[in-house]
């Protein structure tokens, strides 16, 4: 008798659902009213021009299915950033149905998993969280020969500042119509590069799909392309120094007793009249001047005068991490400086690793594989990319920041909010200040933006009482930028 070899089962090749989606329905409460919706997940593609899909882009859309019409309801686009990041951040801990399972301040707790959001816009406005290319599940496609595309080519689809605002915005056409979302008023919001996304967007949808928005949320802002070099960059670090420093307790007694709003007002204004003109004048600052300004660099920061004058009155933010609790061997988090860590040594000029990230991801990955499989019914062996191959990203022809300005002065209807916590010391907040301060340099728009801080960091609505106060803060933008039918948008 002969013993044949079994055949090996066949492995299949993981491959994105390229066009599909589900629906299911939902009951929560929001402000402590009861509140239906339908969440539908699913994947929907990007095409080229002659009409082949190059990608598919994963998406959760949550629309409230309590009511009797939707035309007059609110759409709110969400993106995050990295580049390359997921849209699990805000769809996990903000604005969504559904929040992580963690303390009142944002740390991780066990059974990792999901609660309930209390403060969910979702009865004020339907939300869409969309993962740009290679992010969450959404990938490139073959082409029509069944190839993958060069990387050279990838990235002058998808992977740039640029290229990203023009397949996005086709995306953001192709789901409208979709949904018959045409007649709603819409509201983009962006979180870190997600800022740069949406302002970008702003402009690529009036212009070249002809959907004009009511408002735009800068959800911890970058640069949009605005620059802020030399003296400017070095000096607007100080007032999240201040506020850093103030919350682990670190600045003088007559400072620390202040409350912390006090503490960066006068921090800000010492910025703006005096550090940013010492710093100008570099080498050639009189040296007595320049120990004037050591002491209240020191006084603002919490670091010690000599550390200021050895670093030339420009302190740098990995340096600040390191050395502001250097006493007690702990570091501080990059994005949100509330977080602390340890490092092998405590010498040294930087962190051996950013304590907040590593937090975060304790809890967002087994929070948002368990919600998207076992909640949402989503099943696919693909991994969901928290952050994904997008890179080399390019930056070139950044303009975004006034893409957005010209969409505001096209569009008189729209409204810009930026939201930012103090103790984030990757996009701080007095750079989102100064960053809106230069959008619209005539000052003829002003009254259209407006700004927000939190006392938390890149990701305010970790924090229970920041949820709460940013979440309203989005749900009276939205109100504030709805027209009376009978306001016309002019001039």
Same mark, same amino acid.
């Not at 066949?10 to 929001?30: G, L, Y």
């Not at 006090?262 to 800000?268: G, I, Q, S, T």
């Not at 009482?465 to 009376?484: C, G, H, T, V, W």
């Given at each position: 008798? =002969? ?6 089962? !066949?492995?299949? @090749? +993981?491959?994105? %659902?390229?066009?599909? =989606?589900?629906? *299911? ?11 239906? &919706? ?20 994963? &998406?959760?859309?949550? !629309? ?20 390359? #990041? ?11 149905? %559904? ?20 403060? =969910?816009?979702?009865? /004020? ?12 599940? =959404? ?7 069944? $190839? ?6 990838? %990235?002058?689809?998808?992977?740039? /500042? ?70 400017? @960059? ?46 100008? *004048? ?7 001047? @320049?120990?004037? +300004?050591?002491? $209240? ?20 933010? #990995? ?10 061997? $702990? ?5 949100? #400086? ?31 594989? &368990? ?66 301060? !230069? ?12 700004? %927000? ?18 979440? *309203? ?16 948008? $002019? &001039?």
């Amino acid at each position: 008798m =002969s013993i044949g070899l079994a055949a090996a089962p !066949q492995i299949n @090749k +993981i491959s994105p %659902k390229v066009d599909e =989606s589900t629906t *299911q329905e939902f009951t929560t409460k929001i402000k402590g009213k009861k509140i239906k &919706y339908t969440a539908t997940i699913g994947n929907q593609p990007v095409w080229d021009k002659d009409g082949q899909p190059t990608a598919t882009l994963f &998406y959760t859309y949550y !629309q409230r299915s309590d009511l009797k019409s939707n035309e007059t309801r609110p759409l709110v686009i969400s993106f995050n950033g990295g580049p390359g #990041s997921a849209s699990v951040w805000m769809h996990m801990a903000y604005t969504g149905p %559904k929040i992580l399972n963690v303390d009142d301040e944002g740390y991780p707790l066990q059974p990792y998993g999901t609660k309930t959001n209390p403060y =969910s816009i979702l009865d /004020v406005a339907d939300i869409v969280f969309v993962n740009p290319v290679n992010t969450g599940y =959404s990938r490139v496609l073959p082409d029509k020969d069944g $190839k993958m595309p060069s990387r050279d080519k990838q %990235k002058s689809q998808f992977f740039g /500042v640029n290229a990203d605002i023009k397949y996005l915005a086709d995306w953001i056409s192709t789901f409208v119509t979709r949904n018959n979302r045409w007649r709603s008023p819409k509201y983009l919001i962006g979180e870190s590069y997600g800022t740069t996304r949406v302002a970008g967007l702003s402009h690529e949808l009036q212009n070249n799909q002809w959907m004009y928005l009511n408002g735009v949320i800068l959800v911890s802002p970058t640069d949009m392309g605005i620059k802020r070099d030399g003296p400017v @960059k070095s000096a607007n670090r100080l007032p999240y120094f201040a506020a850093a420093a103030w919350y682990h307790n670190k600045l003088n007694p007559e400072l620390q007793n202040k409350d912390l709003i006090n503490v960066l007002n006068e921090a800000e204004k010492f910025t703006i009249n005096e550090y940013i003109p010492a710093l100008a *004048q570099g080498g050639f600052i009189v040296q007595q001047h @320049k120990e004037s +300004i050591a002491r $209240k660099v020191s006084y603002y920061s919490g670091l010690p005068v000599k550390t200021v004058l050895q670093n030339n009155l420009d302190i740098s933010t #990995s340096f600040f991490w390191k050395d502001l609790l250097r006493d007690e061997s $702990k570091t501080l988090g990059r994005l949100d #400086s509330r977080y602390l860590g340890i490092d092998e040594q405590d010498a040294g000029s930087r962190p051996d690793y950013y304590a907040e990230l590593t937090s975060w991801l304790h809890s967002f990955t087994p929070a948002i594989n &368990y919600y998207l499989r076992e909640e949402l019914g989503y099943k696919t062996d693909l991994k969901y990319n928290m952050f994904g191959s997008v890179h080399p990203w390019d930056r070139s022809n950044n303009n975004t920041g006034k893409s957005l300005r010209l969409a505001m002065a096209q569009n008189p209807y729209l409204n810009v909010m930026v939201q930012a916590g103090y103790y984030d010391g990757a996009t701080n907040y007095f750079d989102a200040k100064y960053s809106m301060w !230069q959008i619209d340099q005539s000052g003829k728009m002003k009254d259209r933006l407006s700004f %927000k801080g939190y006392r938390s960091g890149h990701m305010m609505y970790l924090r229970k009482e920041d949820l709460k106060q940013s979440n *309203q803060d989005i749900r009276d933008f939205i109100k504030a930028s709805l027209p009376n039918t009978a306001t016309p948008a $002019k &001039y």
